[in-house]
């Protein structure tokens, strides 16, 4: 009997649980464990036995903030042996930023801070790759992303590669390997997530000059476009979660 495919995610913010990226993986039957490192649970630096895919999440700190986020050392560690194990990463926004880092790229403060609802582009990458070719477009080659950044990926990894840019940021999304991705943008936000984000003070916000309220009420008006948008990239990125645990099973099943 195949076990459960078990995803092990790393929340780094109070205020960026999984969310709708976890609710999603959660409908095809994958378990999503949350390791609450922002409250002081330990981060391993090794993907443990039995886990069959990584999930980085958001939050307000740097890639490299290890003063301020200090478990962040051992979850670089962890991005990087889930890739040279070829174990499936989703990196969401600083997770994104931490799998670029922990691989060889540069993160710094990008030249513009992106809040709220901002249109992204495939790469011909982008259009062949597994999962991201299931992104749903609004209109024309434009897929509707919820963004909350002011620091970007300014070099990848050097085997790393581009699926979705845009002139703003060009690096909204990457793979490195066949199964490790990360993602500029914030797939796993719902409307009321980011209004409660909206109603705080951060620096992004106010490097950005943009209206909380006109933010916040971009992200209402797409959520359904954004849902059809990132829903199936999700669901896809599950499935090579589920044929990483079917390759465990048959590692794990004496011979008859």
Do not use: K
Not at 102 to 121: H, K, S, Y
Not at 135 to 156: C, F, T, Y
């Amino acid at each position: 009997m195949t076990a459960q495919p078990y995803v092990l995610a790393i929340q780094n913010d109070p205020t960026d649980p999984p969310l709708l990226v976890g609710e999603w993986l959660a409908e095809d039957g994958i378990h999503v464990e949350v390791i609450e490192a922002c409250f002081g649970a330990p981060v391993p630096s090794a993907v443990p036995s039995g886990v069959h895919g990584i999930l980085p999440l958001g939050g307000a700190m740097g890639a490299n903030d290890d003063a301020i986020a200090p478990w962040l050392v051992a979850e670089r560690s962890l991005l990087r042996d889930a890739v040279e194990r070829g174990i499936p990463v989703l990196g969401l926004c600083l997770g994104g930023q931490l799998l670029a880092a922990a691989n060889g790229g540069f993160v710094e403060l990008g030249p513009v801070t992106e809040i709220g609802v901002v249109d992204v582009q495939r790469t011909v990458d982008g259009l062949l790759d597994p999962v991201l070719s299931a992104a749903v477009p609004r209109a024309g080659s434009d897929i509707p992303a919820a963004q909350w950044h002011q620091d970007h990926i300014a070099e990848l990894p050097d085997s790393a590669v581009l699926l979705l840019t845009n002139a703003a940021c060009p690096v909204q999304g990457f793979r490195l390997g066949d199964c490790a991705y990360g993602l500029q943008l914030h797939p796993e936000v719902d409307a009321a997530t980011f209004a409660s984000w909206a109603d705080m003070t951060d620096e992004a916000l106010d490097r950005s000059g943009r209206d909380p309220r006109t933010a916040s009420a971009e992200v209402y008006e797409a959520e359904r476009d954004l849902i059809s948008a990132w829903r199936p990239v999700t669901r896809a990125w599950g499935d090579l979660v589920r044929s990483h645990a079917r390759d465990d099973d048959r590692q794990l099943t004496p011979p008859a």
